[in-house]
């Protein structure tokens, strides 16, 4: 490990312990040559394994740029998307797993996508799971219309479930 202060690329491990309930280990280690302290962090390396078969590490870039396009013309913002990133690598490291199938990545996408912005969720769920007619885009709006996500959703003022039946006029 190279030294983050002096560039010498030995240093020796001074201490080490498991952080985040074992799902990290975290290393504290002294350059050789300056003798500067600085902390390392290891994780399991988390793979997303494509439908081909090949597989890459997960990256919260990847999400991101999955979404975008869902997201144009939201009032949608740059930390909200690294935001909902990293809640989707929380959720895929939460499963314990190594190796994780591309599906469940869009699978952990939709919840706080969803929570993040109603048309962008239907717009992503709609490519992600082949809409392929109105009934399917119905069929989610009544599912969002049944049970509204957040407490706090910027953009849908009507949060009862019932208020299908006063809405007339
Ligand atoms: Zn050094």
Redesign the pocket.
């Known amino acids: 490990m190279i ?6 690329d030995d ?1 020796r491990v001074v201490d080490s312990r498991p952080a985040e309930d074992g799902a990290q280990i975290r290393r504290r280690r002294e ?6 302290r600085f902390t390392t962090q290891e994780t399991t390396l988390l793979n997303i394994v494509k439908r081909s078969g090949a597989s890459e590490p997960f990256s919260r870039e990847k999400v991101i740029a999955g979404v975008t396009k869902a997201c144009q013309g939201r009032p949608v913002n740059d930390d909200d998307l690294a935001l909902l990133a990293m809640r989707v690598e929380e959720t895929l490291r939460a499963t314990g797993q190594a190796e994780i199938e591309a599906q469940e990545v869009g699978l952990a996408i939709l919840a706080p996508l969803r929570e993040l912005d109603e048309v962008a969720y239907l717009r992503f769920a709609s490519v992600y799971r082949s809409f392929s007619s109105l009934e399917d885009f119905e069929g989610e709006i009544a599912l969002l219309r049944a049970a509204p996500s957040t407490p706090a959703s910027k953009n849908s003022p009507e949060k009862s479930t019932t208020a299908v039946t006063s809405s007339a006029k």
């Not at 030294?3 to 010498?8: K, Q």
């Not at 350059?31 to 500067?36: D, F, I, S, Y």
């Open positions: 030294c983050p202060f002096c560039r010498h240093s350059c050789t040559e300056c003798g500067a």
